[in-house]
Nanobody, 115 residues
Framework: QVQPVESGGGLVQAGGSLRLSCAAS????????MSWYRQAPGKQREFVAL???????IYAEVVKGRFTISRDNAKNTMYLQMNALKPEDTAVYYC?????????WGQGTQVTVSS
């Protein structure tokens, strides 16, 4: 079982940057699509970005051009570089790792963007 642990969240001013990490407890080399999601207070969890095992990426329209997803299979870690942050990016950010019969979610990391 591969367990993800997110880190890197914090408080940042609008226009600033943060880099989130998702460290997996096991190898991610054979895992295809790994994703970032976020959930703002009072809202449903929403898709942010996805990266496949061969490096293809998909982004939500609201973050396209500002966020960059990447992965380092040697370190069993996925990243989310977030630039030009906006107050509406404030949320708990989760990484999701698909496994054969389930999806493993991390505990989340809080990102707060002040105006």
């Amino acid at each position: 079982q591969v367990q993800p642990v997110e880190s890197g969240g914090g408080l940042v001013q609008a226009g600033g940057s943060l880099r989130l990490s998702c460290a997996a407890s096991g190898s991610i080399a054979s895992i295809n699509a790994m994703s970032w999601y976020r959930q703002a207070p009072g809202k449903q969890r929403e898709f942010v970005a996805l990266i496949t095992s061969d490096g293809r990426t998909i982004y939500a329209e609201v973050v396209k051009g500002r966020f960059t997803i990447s992965r380092d299979n040697a370190k069993n870690t996925m990243y989310l570089q977030m630039n030009a942050l906006k107050p509406e990016d404030t949320a708990v950010y989760y990484c999701a790792i698909p496994l054969p019969h389930t999806t493993e979610w991390g505990q989340g990391t809080q990102v707060t963007v002040s105006s």
